[in-house]
T-cell receptor, first 112, second 114 residues
Framework: AQSVTQPDIHITVSEGASLELRCNYS??????LFWYVQSPGQGLQLLLK??????LVQGIKGFEAEFKRSQSSFNLRKPSVHWSDAAEYFC??????????FGTGTRLQVFP | SQTIHQWPATLVQPVGSPLSLECTVE??????LYWYRQAAGRGLQLLFY??????ISSEVPQNLSASRPQDRQFILSSKKLLLSDSGFYLC?????????????FGQGTRLTVV
């Protein structure tokens, strides 16, 4: 069965600093990978997704993620964080099923 | 365009009372439908998913049940709520393609059982 691990529960960065959120997955074949963002009390919004092809994918709000098969990782990056990026971020993995499995999330705090 | 509606936004219910949360999708046909529960520090736990009317898959044994009486309607229910049922419940849909594509989420229901 597929699973997702987000090892960082809480990350704090200064505005303008770079950001990397970690995501590791477990799945026996090529997974479908997603990053979502959630503002407090809201639903989830898709940031980006990887299905196949170029391992570096671009998303909305200036985010990107890189799929590394050898490390079973799909880390999310942003070169310069804005205060409005403060939220909770979820990595998710899908497969040849109808299920989307999420990690436990990383809460991002941004200091001015 | 497709939209997903989930209600109510907030709910406070006493222990032992019944529960009914409703979710509807507009602008698409034959969607996959999902109920997730979010608890602090535990991410999103998949509770139920459905690939068609009357077809419900349960991911975890629990006090809750789900039904899909119409193609674009998904209902989460309980006959008797427990304190442990408190949480943030999210409904989602995805296109039915045979593989997992991205899911689109409703705004969630904050359930507090007192």
């Amino acid at each position: 069965a597929q699973s997702v691990t987000q090892p960082d529960i809480h990350i704090t960065v200064s505005e303008g600093a770079s950001l990397e959120l970690r995501c590791n997955y477990s799945y026996g074949a090529t997974p479908y990978l997603f990053w979502y963002v959630q503002s407090p009390g809201q639903g989830l919004q898709l940031l980006l997704k990887y299905f196949s092809g170029d391992t570096l994918v671009q998303g909305i709000k200036g985010f990107e993620a890189e799929f590394k098969r050898s490390q079973s990782s799909f880390n999310l990056r942003k070169p310069s964080v804005h205060w409005s990026d403060a939220a909770e971020y979820f990595c998710a993995v899908g497969a040849n099923t109808d299920k989307l499995i999420f990690g436990t999330g990383t809460r991002l705090q941004v200091f001015p | 365009s497709q939209t997903i509606h989930q209600w109510p936004a907030t709910l406070v219910q006493p222990v032992g009372s019944p529960l009914s949360l409703e979710c509807t999708v507009e602008g698409t046909s034959n969607p996959n439908l999902y109920w997730y529960r979010q608890a602090a520090g535990r991410g999103l736990q998949l509770l139920f998913y459905s690939v068609g009317i009357g077809q419900i898959s349960s991911e975890v044994p629990q006090n809750l049940s789900a039904s899909r009486p119409q193609d674009r309607q998904f209902i989460l229910s309980s006959k008797k709520l427990l304190l442990s049922d408190s949480g943030f419940y999210l409904c989602a849909w995805s296109p039915r393609t045979g593989i997992t594509t991205e899911a689109f989420f409703g705004q969630g229901t904050r359930l507090t059982v007192v």
